[in-house]
């Protein structure tokens, strides 16, 4: 006669506490993120609040001091000519970053997604890693030094003849090999060189999931490389662009570093935060041009979410 096996006892609360995370893993995933959420409610969401709040108060003109009072004036102070010339300003260099960085990136991320194999894919992921590995200022001082009148480029291109070949061949006045760490080409040079990794990475992921089965059909069904191209690889690539995009668009957006540094001549709207929050003292206004990327990203954000970007991150 077989006997029914003896119900162990328990060993204590730790028992209990796992048997809880197995009949409710719903709990255990909750302590788990409960830290995480509680910086993202608190501080990060809690921070945009603040910043949202401080939008609507106004500076006394004559005191100086932030009256805290709800009022749109401080908004209305962004339409005025120079700070649409600033929004304008950041908006081109943002959009040609990330139009540069996406024509450069294409293809260095088609080599390294359909081409490259073994130690070599190794060596193109490193070569597209490195630069991360560097500290932002150091390569921000660096182009510095390599843009400056002493600089490397203006002696090649005193070695060469063609110390004003930029200047001619874009057509901007005021700009040559003697001004480009103080230029807008100088600052628009520097963004695409730091933010091209983040344009390569996504769209590198994105042209790996193309599947070589539809460019073999492509190529049986009689199209061309140019034809297969635009029909088949560009579509499913785009949303691995447009995933790039995002990152170089934003990070130039809020930008502060790189402008003061290399074009401070011209201001942008990190430039005008950093300013007002600190020089001018002008908190309000400082907030409300922090507002102005953050709907603009928003946005952005959800045409790209509609691209379907968000399954190339």
Not at 42 to 56: E, W
Not at 174 to 197: E, H, I, K, N, Q
Not at 218 to 246: C, E, K, M, W
Request: glycine share 8%; charged share 10%.
């Amino acid at each position: 006669m077989s006997r029914a096996p003896a119900i162990l006892p328990t060993r204590g609360a730790w028992d209990r506490l796992t048997g809880l995370f197995w009949r409710r893993p719903g709990v255990l995933l909750l302590l788990l993120i409960a830290l995480p959420l509680l910086w993202l409610g608190v501080v990060y969401l809690g921070s945009l609040a603040a910043l949202l709040l401080q939008s609507f108060y106004s500076i006394d003109e004559f005191s100086g001091m932030v009256k805290e009072e709800f009022t749109l004036s401080t908004y209305a102070e962004l339409f005025r000519a120079q700070n649409v010339d600033i929004i304008l300003r950041t908006l081109f260099m943002a959009a040609a970053v990330t139009l540069a960085s996406a024509v450069i990136a294409f293809p260095i991320a088609y080599y390294a997604a359909r081409h490259a194999q073994g130690a070599m894919k190794a060596v193109c992921y490193l070569g597209i890693m490195l630069p991360l590995w560097s500290s932002y200022l150091v390569k921000v001082y660096a182009w510095k030094l390599i843009l400056a009148k002493e600089g490397i480029l203006t002696w090649a291109a005193a070695g060469t003849g063609t110390s004003f070949v930029i200047d001619g061949i874009l057509s901007v006045p005021g700009l040559s090999s003697s001004s480009l760490s103080t230029s807008p080409f100088g600052t628009w040079l520097v963004f695409v060189y730091v933010w091209l990794p983040y344009m390569i990475l996504p769209m590198q992921a994105a042209l790996e999931r193309v599947p070589r089965s539809m460019i073999e059909a492509s190529a049986d069904l009689g199209a061309n490389r140019g034809q297969t191209f635009r029909t088949v690889i560009l579509p499913l690539a785009l949303p691995g662009i447009i995933a790039g995009s995002i990152f170089t668009f934003s990070l130039t957006l809020g930008d502060y570093i790189i402008p003061q540094i290399i074009g401070n001549s011209a201001n942008f709207i990190g430039m005008a935060v950093y300013k007002l929050q600190g020089t001018a003292g002008n908190i309000p206004l400082a907030a409300a041009f922090a507002v102005v990327p953050i709907i603009i990203m928003v946005i952005y954000l959800t045409i790209a979410r509609k691209m379907g970007a968000f399954d190339a991150l």
